[in-house]
């Protein structure tokens, strides 16, 4: 009788494994890690909405009310405004220079690009401050299209953004895309933060300063550099 229980359970056990075995071969692979998880226009149109929830009860809480008038299609307004003020988050060097970047032996002296408007969000009061940014850099055998040098400054101003760390972005990207002899960046802004709110200085701007390679190390090439920005001769 034990042989028999046994050789039921053999088979039983065999069966299990067989069936198993079926069901493993039937399920479908998973899919692989290059296809998209969401849907790109669905997470957008989601985004959106908690933004646009978001702002409705910041109205309410300020002791307006979303639901006047005026204030009826703010709430999406502002939803889409603070993303497109912020897009430089889904941007990089590589997308906007598009490769604008060429081989070039016979200019080794300095190339500036002045007085690029830029405009960017404090990330501390998230209010605006904008102003002028100016990019210098040699070429070492490579020169870049000129407004790539106004895009890359609209990759890191479009964020949340301290100005002393975005004048050091730009100058960095820049060593990026050029492999330059040197790169010099200097950023003059009005931070409505010190102009809307607290010292309520209206006259008050910032300028800021990040140099790269021969213009870090040659007093002489930076001086030019500044010098240069600063000639009102237009």
């Known amino acids: 009788m034990n042989d028999t229980t046994d050789n039921s359970s053999k088979k039983r056990k065999a ?4 069936n198993s075995s079926a069901k493993k071969i039937k399920e479908p692979s998973p899919p692989t890690l290059c ?6 226009k669905e997470e957008e149109v989601d985004k959106l909405k908690l933004m646009t929830d978001a702002c409705r009860t910041i109205l309410e809480c ?19 405004a603070l993303l497109f003020m912020t897009k430089g988050y889904k941007q990089t060097t ?6 604008a970047v060429f081989a070039e032996d ?3 002296e300095m190339v500036i690009v002045r007085d690029i408007d830029i405009h960017s969000l404090c990330e501390h009061h998230m209010v605006p401050f904008t102003g002028k940014v100016h990019v210098g850099y040699i070429p070492n055998g490579k020169i870049i299209g000129l407004s790539k040098l106004a895009r890359i400054a609209d990759v890191f101003s479009r964020r949340l953004q301290v100005q002393e760390r975005l004048t050091a972005q730009i100058a960095d990207a820049v060593v990026e895309a050029t492999d330059p002899l040197g790169v010099a960046v200097v ?9 809307m709110r607290g010292v309520q200085k209206t006259g008050a701007s910032t300028v800021t300063s990040s140099v790269r390679g021969c213009f870090q190390k040659d007093a002489k090439t930076r001086a030019e550099f500044f010098s240069m920005i600063h000639n009102n001769n237009k």
């Open 15 to 18: 069966e299990d494994e067989d």
């Open 35 to 40: 296809q998209p998880t969401t849907n790109g």
């Open 62 to 80: 300020i002791g307006e009310n979303p639901d006047r008038e005026g204030l009826v299609k703010t709430p999406a307004r502002w939803a889409k």
């Open 94 to 99: 590589e997308e906007v220079t598009n490769n």
């Open 106 to 108: 016979s200019h080794r």
């Open 187 to 195: 950023v003059e802004c009005s931070h409505f933060c010190m102009v």
